[in-house]
């Protein structure tokens, strides 16, 4: 069965700080990956979203970025963190050839102080 | 660009009101509308709609489409305590999502 795993639950960083949030999925290839990004009690907003290794598609401008080193592995980043960075982040997958079936992450909750 | 709203974006109840809530969308692609319930982490699936008209249901819960006027509604009739959280819609093949609507019931 597939699984995702997105660590680390909670992180307290200073701004400045560099970010590295890691998802990994199991139990399928070639998934659509996505990143989440949710201020407290709302909605979610699409960062970024890879249809293979090396492709990612940038939906909001900002202080992030995100990598696919890897098939089944998906990573956020930050050079250097802002306040506004804070929030709850959620990775998800979904099978390439279909609509629905989006699977997520248990999310981190980042706060920068 | 593609735009998903929800409407209202908070809503307090008391156990036992029915509720319902709105989804209306713009997008270029259409395939599918999806709702969701939020609690504390992660949200968990509810409906996945893609035909209009066909209601869909899980116990309390209902869903209908509209693709015709582009939107959907989830009604929760007696709701309870445990209904409290945010739903979330979500539409288009990479899935843009509302922002939202938290429901609080209280007892």
């Known amino acids: 069965s597939q699984t995702i795993h997105q660590w680390p639950a909670t992180l307290v960083q200073p701004v400045g700080s560099p970010l590295s949030l890691e998802c990994t999925v199991e139990?399928?290839?070639?998934?659509?990956l996505y990143w989440y990004r949710q201020a407290a009690g709302r909605g979610l907003q699409l960062l970024f979203y890879s249809v293979g290794i090396g492709q990612i598609s940038s939906e909001v401008p900002q202080n992030l970025s995100a990598s696919r080193p890897q098939d089944r592995q998906f990573i956020l980043s930050s050079k250097k963190l802002l306040l506004s960075d804070s929030g709850f982040y959620l990775c998800a997958w979904k099978e390439r050839r279909r609509d629905y079936g989006y699977t997520f992450g248990s999310g981190t909750r980042l706060t920068v102080v | 660009e593609d735009k998903v709203v929800q409407s209202p974006l908070s809503l307090v109840v008391h156990e036992g009101d029915t509720v319902t809530l709105n989804c209306s969308y713009e997008v270029t692609n259409f395939r599918s509308l999806l709702w969701y319930k939020q609690e504390k982490k992660a949200p968990t699936f509810l409906f996945m709609l893609t035909s209009s008209g066909i209601e869909k249901k899980s116990g309390r819960l209902s869903s209908i489409l509209d693709k015709k006027e582009l939107f959907s509604i989830l009604n929760i009739t007696a709701t309870q305590t445990g209904d409290s959280a945010i739903y979330l819609c979500a539409v288009g093949n990479d899935m843009r999502f509302g922002a939202g609507t938290r429901l609080t019931v209280k007892p």
């Open positions: 139990g399928t290839s070639n998934p659509n």
